[in-house]
């Protein structure tokens, strides 16, 4: 399987990646390993559901919403162009946002059904968690995925992880303002094409 698919599974579970964070030590280490334990239970239930593609992105985006920092998560992808919107114009494109990553990942979930992901221990980096955890896809060699989580929305929330040496974060955010400079910085055409892309 291609590393960019492998990627790929794991990206939508935790959707990509986000901003500097405040300090959030408030959560303790095993409060984060079971929000990653949680979020990642959901989404392999998902996987192996049966449903149609279209109940299936919706549940995806359901899980992003519930899990991610998705504020956090849209500004760090937009960039700079966030600091100028006004809070209209950037809730529409967060919404955008959390239906592009669950198409785009949804996609492939057909070629992962009865994998599994074992979530271990957090650990303190900088100002948020770390949780480490295997990724066991049908069979193949293993994947370190770190998970970076945060509660500094009042709840944990995840905002990146690192698959392989791979930062999730810096993916999206490259991809996303690629979108925008081929539309000449247009965020209202940015936003039309991810409420079809994915």
């Known amino acids: 399987m291609p590393n960019s698919t492998r990627r790929g599974f794991l990206g ?3 959707a990509s990646g986000v901003m500097a964070v405040t300090p959030a030590h408030a959560m303790t280490a095993g409060e984060a390993s079971a929000a990653i334990r949680r979020a990642v239970d959901e989404v392999l239930g998902i996987i192996n559901s049966g449903r149609p593609p279209a109940q299936l992105y919706a549940a995806f985006a359901g899980v992003f919403r519930r899990h991610a920092d998705v504020d956090a998560i849209s500004r760090s992808a937009l960039g700079p162009t966030a600091r100028q919107m006004d809070p209209a114009s950037f809730g529409q494109f967060r919404e955008a946002m959390t239906g592009y990553v ?3 990942y949804g ?6 059904l009865g994998s599994r992901i074992e979530v271990g221990a957090a650990r303190p980096l900088k ?3 770390a949780v480490d955890s295997t990724a066991y896809l049908n069979g193949r060699s293993p994947m370190r995925v770190e998970w970076h989580i945060s509660d500094k ?3 944990p929330r995840f905002f990146n992880l690192i698959i392989e ?3 999730m974060l810096a993916s999206e955010r490259e991809e996303i303002n690629a979108m925008l400079a081929r539309r000449k910085g247009d965020v209202g055409a940015l936003i039309a094409d991810l409420q079809q892309a994915g």
Do not use: L, P
């Not at 996609?107 to 992962?112: G, P």
């Open 153 to 155: 929305t009042g709840q």
């Open 127 to 129: 100002s948020f968690w």
């Open 165 to 167: 040496g791979v930062n």
């Open 107 to 112: 996609r492939r979930f057909q070629e992962f």
């Open 12 to 14: 939508m579970i935790a």
């Open 102 to 104: 669950a198409r785009k």
